[in-house]
């Protein structure tokens, strides 16, 4: 059974960083794509990032881009992603997830991926 475990969200002053974690067991995590979305109260689930399986590319929401990384330790099964500069817009709930074998795969659709963390909480304090 696939378990997605995601670590390392908090509450934080706006400019301040965070790294989030996600731990993946069950599937081999080398053959797939993983990425970061997150939700905010209210609103829908949105894509963050994503990383290739062996980091080679990587894929931003533009509202991110230059302020998170994504990367990957696959001998962890682990993703993180790091985040800087962080604004009061960025509070949410941050979900990994892992790319489903099947269907079309888009990096930024939600229904690209099949399995998903149950998310960590990230505030971001003005």
């Known amino acids: 059974q696939v378990q997605l475990v995601e670590t390392g969200g908090g509450l934080v002053q706006a400019g301040g960083s965070l790294r989030l974690s996600c731990a993946a067991s069950?599937?081999?995590?080398?053959?797939?794509?993983m990425a970061w979305f997150r939700q905010a109260p209210g609103k829908e689930r949105e894509f963050v990032a994503a990383?290739?399986?062996?980091?080679?590319?990587?894929y931003y929401a533009d509202s991110v881009k230059g302020r998170f990384t994504i990367s990957r330790d696959n001998a962890k099964n682990t993703v993180y992603l790091q985040m800087n500069s962080l604004k009061p817009e960025d509070t949410a709930v941050y979900y990994c997830?892992?790319?489903?074998?099947?269907?079309?795969?888009?990096?930024?659709?939600?229904?690209?991926?099949?399995?998903w963390g149950q998310g960590t909480q990230v505030t971001v304090s003005s």
């Open positions: 997830a892992m790319e489903s074998p099947f269907g079309t795969y888009y990096y930024s659709k939600l229904t690209s991926y099949d399995y």
């Open positions: 990383i290739t399986w062996n980091g080679g590319s990587t």
């Open positions: 069950g599937r081999t995590f080398t053959n797939y794509i």
